[in-house]
């Protein structure tokens, strides 16, 4: 059951600003990991670790 105030899939909100980052952030990640920080329920910070691999 859907309430009224929830868009319907041709009308989705864009994403929240930290959405977008970690959206940003698995764009642009090749190897690495994606580090996120919750407080009370919301996300406050994205830390992202980038590896680089070079050959030996």
């Known amino acids: 059951m859907t ?3 929830d868009p319907s899939p041709g ?3 864009p994403p ?3 959405v ?3 959206l940003d ?3 642009k990640l090749r190897f690495g990991a994606i ?3 919750v ?3 919301r ?3 994205v830390d992202v670790t980038e590896r680089h691999r070079y050959p030996n």
């Open 35 to 37: 580090q996120l920080t």
């Open 39 to 41: 407080h009370e329920g």
């Open 11 to 13: 009308e989705r909100e």
């Open 3 to 5: 309430s009224a105030q």
């Open 16 to 18: 929240s600003r930290a």
């Open 43 to 45: 996300l406050v910070q």
């Open 25 to 27: 952030a698995l764009e």
């Open 20 to 22: 977008q980052a970690v």
